[in-house]
């Protein structure tokens, strides 16, 4: 998922990674008010502060905004996180800290998917008494329509694509476009309670596909408003929407009495009501959280320069701290259409700074330099080896091999392209700059361009036509595994038939034929561990082909408020559980 598609991600991108940190309770890790003492990075290793305790208001900002709060319509890991808090799916991630939190647990389904024909049918049984925010009843059909929206990429932009991509559905379009249910054939619904998945291939992590989006998450077809849904999206969790939501300016989440909290293990809702401000500047977040009148940074990336030496050098603010890795790769797509030539993107790698951009998204506190475009925590991955480039500390690029690739591609004077970052990012925008710096010492010119990260992958990056049209040869970029496997890591942004119009997570715009038949084969694959053999060998033809410069594994120096309690970083986001978090009065 991007970090925070995006995970972009967040993203969220974001975000499915075992931390291998074990789970434990509030005891030794107890922050203030919990009666311990607070301790540097104590949220990363098990619950801080614990408490059961309900009321308060919880803050939260964000610089920008959301790219949307309709649940069926986000992909950065910090919506997904989020979004928990008015909406439930069929199966979500396990609220606890470490490896458990990024295991499936039935949310709105009483249990996990089960298969059949050779897992090509999932079926799912819901829960009794679940209700809605106006007290009416959820019911099978509301999924299905939840699910048959997301064939509408002209309204629903930015969501993942996997089920376009895998139910038998034909040619079927959506139900803005054809208001007929019954012609839609990937979900069926025996009945009010059963809900039941019909898929081209045989696919053995469905229920990981589940948990991770909100494109499970129920929506009435009487109360969908299509692109206006996520100003005020129909609640099926713990809070629901005061008002209509406010871009660029917030909104506030309060109790819905109609949920119940006996269905409900993954959810504690502790705040009385839960406030969101947004459109602040990044470093008045990070101010706000210090001076206590924030709690949250949403986007969960971290604190910036300022704030960042201003915790390490106070003994009190760095206890207060978290500095986990955050399942979050920093990463540059190169376009291989703008760009197609292979020995120019090489020398794109080649010519690239790796000691600058680690220091540009924060040095030690800020993560560990990539070798492979797979985070380390993925299942099975392996480490890889550098291509083109050395992950380490003090190295500057290449120079050399740089000017002996232009020459090869017929460039040896260099070319012009533009690279795109997110501008309410300081980091994003200092690796920009390292960038035009490093790739002008060889005679590759950079034209910078920057655009929020509300519409960085929907308008801008994740759009083929905006970057033809505006020749956009790379960009930063983040991820976080959608789920903790190379399928949940990699197929969105590498697989051929992944490529959308809108919201696209395939930037580098690859249709390897190589690269696409192991995708095509790996969904018939068993073996957990046979299919990790074929995501490494799939990262490596990524990286062979200079299509994804590998960057950061993101650490993120999170501010831990002492008015938090039950806090602690969930494996699955990569970020604070914002499900789960209380707030002093």
Request: charged letters at 20%; one cysteine or more; aromatic letters at 10%.
């Amino acid at each position: 998922m991007r970090s925070s598609k995006v995970i972009s991600v967040a993203a969220a991108g974001a975000v499915v990674l075992s931390l291998g940190l074990s789970a434990c309770g509030g005891g030794d890790d107890s922050g203030d008010g919990g009666g311990g003492k607070a301790k540097f990075d104590a949220g990363s290793k098990g619950i801080v502060n614990a408490s059961d305790k309900k009321g308060g208001t919880l803050v939260m900002a964000q610089p920008d905004d959301f790219e949307s709060l309709d649940p069926a319509n986000i992909y950065y890991a910090y919506g997904s996180d989020f979004f928990r808090l008015y909406s439930r799916t069929l199966v979500t991630y396990t609220s606890k800290p470490g490896e458990e939190g990024t295991k499936p647990s039935p949310d709105l389904a009483q249990g996990l998917g089960t298969p059949s024909d050779g897992n090509k049918t999932w079926t799912y049984k819901l829960k009794p008494g679940l209700k809605y925010e106006d007290g009416s009843v959820i019911k099978a059909q509301d999924i299905k329509y939840a699910v048959a929206r997301t064939f509408d990429r002209g309204v629903l932009r930015n969501g993942p694509s996997y089920f376009t991509q895998m139910l038998e559905a034909g040619d079927y379009k959506g139900p803005f476009k054809d208001k007929n249910l019954d012609h839609f054939k990937g979900v069926t619904t025996p009945d009010d309670s059963t809900v039941v998945f019909h898929l081209k291939a045989p696919f053995s992590e469905w229920d990981q596909l589940v948990m991770f989006s909100g494109q499970t998450v129920p929506v009435p077809q009487a109360k969908d408003t299509g692109t206006q849904y996520g100003m005020h999206p129909f609640s099926s969790g713990p809070y629901k929407w005061q008002a209509d939501y406010k871009m660029k300016q917030g909104g506030t989440l309060v109790r819905n009495t109609y949920w119940d909290p006996k269905t409900d293990p993954n959810r504690k809702a502790l705040p009385d009501k839960v406030v969101v401000q947004s459109g602040l500047s990044a470093d008045e977040i990070d101010n706000r959280e210090i001076d206590g009148t924030v709690q949250i940074d949403l986007p969960g990336t971290g604190v910036q320069a300022a704030a960042r030496q201003k915790i390490l050098s106070d003994p009190k603010l760095k206890a207060n701290s978290d500095d986990p890795l955050a399942g979050f790769h920093w990463y540059m797509p190169i376009n291989t259409e703008i760009v197609p030539n292979v020995e120019c993107r090489k020398a794109i790698v080649y010519a690239t700074n790796r000691d600058a951009l680690w220091r540009a998204y924060g040095g030690d506190v800020g993560g560990e330099m990539a070798t492979s475009i797979m985070p380390a925590d993925i299942q099975g991955r392996e480490k890889g080896t550098d291509a083109y480039t050395k992950a380490q500390v003090g190295y500057t690029g290449d120079v050399n091999a740089a000017k002996q690739s232009l020459a090869k591609c017929g460039k040896p004077n260099g070319f012009a392209v533009t690279m795109l970052f997110r501008s309410d990012r300081p980091k994003e925008q200092a690796a920009a700059e390292a960038m035009e710096q490093a790739l002008g010492r060889v005679g590759i010119k950079l034209t910078l361009k920057g655009y929020p990260h509300g519409t960085y992958t929907n308008e801008q990056f994740g759009s083929p036509a905006f970057n033809k049209k505006n020749n956009v040869g790379l960009g930063t970029y983040g991820w976080a595994p959608d789920w903790p496997t190379g399928y949940g890591y990699l197929q969105a942004g590498t697989d051929g038939k992944a490529i959308q119009e809108t919201g696209n997570v395939n930037i580098s715009m690859l249709k390897d034929p190589q690269i696409d038949k192991m995708w095509n084969d790996v969904v018939k694959v068993n073996d957990p561990n046979q299919r990790a053999q074929i995501y490494n060998q799939i990262d490596q033809r990524v990286r062979d082909l200079a299509a994804i410069i590998p960057t950061v594994y993101a650490k993120s120096l999170l501010y831990r408020s002492p008015k938090l309690t039950n806090v602690y970083v969930h494996s699955g986001y990569g970020m604070y559980d914002y499900a789960n978090l209380g707030v002093t009065s």
